[in-house]
């Protein structure tokens, strides 16, 4: 499985994003499928998860009600919108997939990651 993020950029405080991540090389639509983001000098932290059917999402307390997470299966795409951003949001964002469709929070569970994507909120 190959994923790519994109939707990243540079944003004004209070300002929207939405980050999409493609699949491909096989599909990902029974996997679990997660987003993580890092800030320079910080280790890799859990932002959002969302299961195989998209019936069940798990968020960080740091995103719970500006972040929606959410996947379309005919794409074999997986959404993460952003809203209410805050210069604490900067990070570079990425994509990961479980394919036992689990939705944990430790980034070691997953098993393929995309090559991440820039996420630059201003003050």
């Known amino acids: 499985v190959q994923l790519q993020a994109s939707g990243g950029g540079l944003v004004q405080a209070g300002g929207s994003l939405r980050l999409s991540c493609a699949a491909s090389g096989r599909t990902v639509s029974s996997a679990g499928m997660g987003w993580f983001r890092q800030a320079p000098g910080k280790e890799r932290e859990f932002v959002a998860a969302?299961?195989?059917?998209?019936?069940?999402?798990s968020y960080a307390d740091s995103v719970k009600g500006r972040f929606t997470i959410s996947r379309d299966n005919a794409k074999n795409t997986v959404y993460l919108q952003m809203n209410s951003l805050k210069p604490e949001d900067t990070a570079v964002y990425y994509c990961?997939?479980?394919?036992?469709?689990?939705?944990?929070?430790?980034?070691?569970?997953?098993?393929?990651w995309g090559p991440g994507t820039q996420v630059t909120v201003s003050s």
């Open positions: 990961a997939c479980n394919r036992a469709g689990g939705i944990p929070t430790i980034p070691r569970l997953y098993d393929y």
């Open positions: 969302i299961n195989w059917s998209g019936t069940v999402s």
